[in-house]
């Protein structure tokens, strides 16, 4: 269960930093924030012959992290394809050499909690169980419906079937 949404930010001079923070989550139903960063695109009124470098400052497990991640140039690489996914912690772009503009796009996903999931998988559990139930009773009574009731007319004698040679017998001994 995610929901998706279109991010997008331009770098440029005047606001040369951007910063996503999914820091608004409502108390009663905490949901999980990735952003996924799939291009990086110089502008068309970018300057000829300048570097626009963009750099990211994100959170690790240890320390914060600042790298670049595209740098583009007119003529030579106006935009940069890329496959990159921060989680929850707030994230900064900023254009740190160039004039840009530089656009970035991506997708915000808003997904539940592990424990949402588990609650989920435990709920589909128990309506298989309650389908599976439903089915063994259906079988069974539909089973009996559809069995014809056999009885054994030649109680254990070869051939007492109405019509055999064993019923013939018993017709010719009371003559």
Known sequence: MTDE????????????????DPDNKPEGYPRTN????????????AAADEFNVVQVET???RDTLRIPIAVLKVGELRQCRMDLEF????????LVEGKGPVHIHGLHL??????EFEDMEEMEEEVLEEEEADEDEDEDG???????????????KPGAAAGGPAGNDKNRKRK
């Open 142 to 156: 539909a089973s009996q419906k559809k069995k014809p009731k056999l009885t054994n007319n030649s109680k254990g």
């Open 87 to 94: 989680s929850d912690a707030p994230v900064t772009f900023t």
């Open 59 to 61: 959170m690790t497990i």
């Open 110 to 115: 808003l997904g539940s909690l592990v424990e």
């Open 34 to 45: 990735k952003l996924v960063i799939k291009q990086c695109l110089l502008g068309h009124e």
């Open 5 to 20: 949404y279109f991010y997008g930010a331009t770098l440029k001079e005047g606001s040369k930093t951007v910063t996503w």
